[in-house]
């Protein structure tokens, strides 16, 4: 299991799942659209396996939680919570663990079957799924280094050597970055139109000699 608790979302697939479907709803994708795709993207990956619960306890429980929970959903969530198998590879964590799940579920069980939310609107992916950079390839930008940045020369070559050197001296120095490139990423692979994050990817030139080499490296932060 990639579960660290007991909780229906304290589990890797179930967290992704819920990023995924947030990222949908939250830019206005309508809730039977939304479910398709998740169902496309992630199902083939649950059916019939030993955790398929994990996909439809995910759905439901983030469903409910938004006033969406469609029946079919709801109708697996609770077969899934009624097959004892589901519940029994949870006493490999020993009794504790197993009587605390046990009670997540019926806990979810009752909230399915016996409560409706409203229908809420779900807001947008954080800032840094869609944060994007204001520089242009070919800008230089003068930094002040202020972190350590040993861990960029390791190692006992001549090279590596020489790039420790420098960067000592570098400590508190200013230099200049040359933006070479900029990336971008959606949002989503589901719906690689809705947005994106984008970021540069910038060469550094320390002042002094550096023959053959220099730092290049992925910097989110240039805004």
């Not at 994007?132 to 230089?140: S, V």
Request: charged letters at 35%; aromatic letters at 12%.
């Amino acid at each position: 299991m990639g579960a660290w608790s007991t909780r229906i979302f304290d589990d890797d697939g179930a967290a992704d799942i819920r990023a995924d479907y947030r990222i949908l709803l939250g830019y206005g994708v309508p809730n039977e659209e939304a479910y398709r795709k998740i169902r496309e993207k992630y199902y083939p990956e649950y059916r019939g396996e030993d955790d398929e619960d994990i996909y439809w306890l995910s759905i439901a429980l983030y469903q409910w939680q938004n006033g969406v929970l469609m029946e079919e959903v709801k109708e697996n969530a609770i077969r899934c919570i009624d097959d004892g198998r589901y519940l029994e590879v949870w006493k490999e964590s020993g009794e504790k663990v197993y009587e605390k799940r046990k009670a997540v579920l019926e806990t979810l069980r009752e909230k399915l079957i016996n409560e409706v939310n409203p229908v809420k609107k779900v807001g947008k992916c954080p800032y840094y799924y869609r944060s994007k950079t204001k520089w242009k390839e070919g800008d230089l930008l003068a930094y002040r280094i202020l972190q350590d940045l040993s861990c960029m020369a390791k190692g006992t070559s001549e090279v590596c050597i020489k790039m420790g050197e420098c960067i000592e001296r570098l400590k508190g120095k200013y230099v200049l970055l040359r933006v070479v490139e900029n990336k971008q990423r959606p949002v989503t692979d589901m719906y690689p139109e809705l947005d994106y994050m984008s970021w540069s990817n910038v060469m550094l030139k320390p002042h002094g000699k550096w023959p053959h080499t220099h730092i290049r490296g992925r910097h989110i932060p240039f805004r």
